[in-house]
DNA sequence: AGATTTTTGCAACTATGTTGCTATTTCGGT
DNA sequence: ACCGAAATAGCAACATAGTTGCAAAAATCT
């Protein structure tokens, strides 16, 4: 895994000048972990990959200025470690809409966003309004599937 | 809202004594916090609630227990704080089985159990086996929604 | 009631997340 | 390329969440 390409390095810092964010190191280099990793990343798993390379404030701080501007997504989980994913285009800043459900596998352990499976209508009780719907699907990945066949 | 009544006070009990866990003090007021109670407990909630009465390792413990008889089940959220629920007749030993979607109201902050809203089938993508299926829905409650209307 | 088993409380530790403050970096204008 | 203002990073200190080992206390069994 490269440290930076040109060619990450450029896309990297389109998309944080697309948001108006300052181009600094720690916002290429986690937004860079991102790109090039298919699931979804939790604080500790950024500080590990990044190797030490900046603060745990930092990081946090990032991820949280990340969300803000309808970069990234949260994942709520139920292990106490909420995971973070790219938002496809029609996130942005302040607003986020979602309609995928997500999927944590239980050989892997990662945690994927099925952009392809949306999320279904649910009927609720009279008295309830729904804002937002979170469908974590829990089971085992494509990856793991087919590694076991072998 | 009084310490024990003679009525749940056996009830607990009985709850206790039939998953054959014994009977302490701890054990008889944290289940009595989740009788008393329609919403979802955390738990820092629990040990507010408690009041200083047991140890933070002892809620620890006993809520893992709880878990692991099927006298309460986990709910994922957003916010790092695992909440905890009655189970209904269904779970056991070793075992859960829920079909029920989670709430969680944005006014009161409180989780809760939609018994009555079924968990619908979620079609993945070839590859992808499903193990369990969590669906959490955030919006306005019942009682927050009546609460508005006055 | 006494022996045995289970549970509790304490201490110590790790992981996760937040806030205030200062030093450093980024960026816009010259 | 350089300067000043604004934004960001790092540090320290703190708060909350969760775990483990061990000895004392209690619940259960006979
Ligand atoms: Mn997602
Ligand atoms: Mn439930
Ligand atoms: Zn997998
Ligand atoms: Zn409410």
Redesign the interface.
Known sequence: MPRATAATEKKVTDLLKRQTLSVTESRKRILQLFLEQPGALSHGDIEKRAGGMFDRVTIYRTLQTFVDRGLIH?????D???RYALCKDECGDGHHRHEH?H?VC?ECEQTFC?D??VT?V?????????????????????QC??AERR
Chains 1, 2 share one sequence.
Do not use: H, M, W
């Open positions: 949260t994942i709520p989980s139920a106490n470690a909420i459900i999927f239980t099925l392809e499976v279904p649910i009927r609720l009780p009279k008295g309830y309004s729904t804002d937002q719907i979170e469908i974590l699907v829990q089971g085992k990945c494509k599937t087919v």
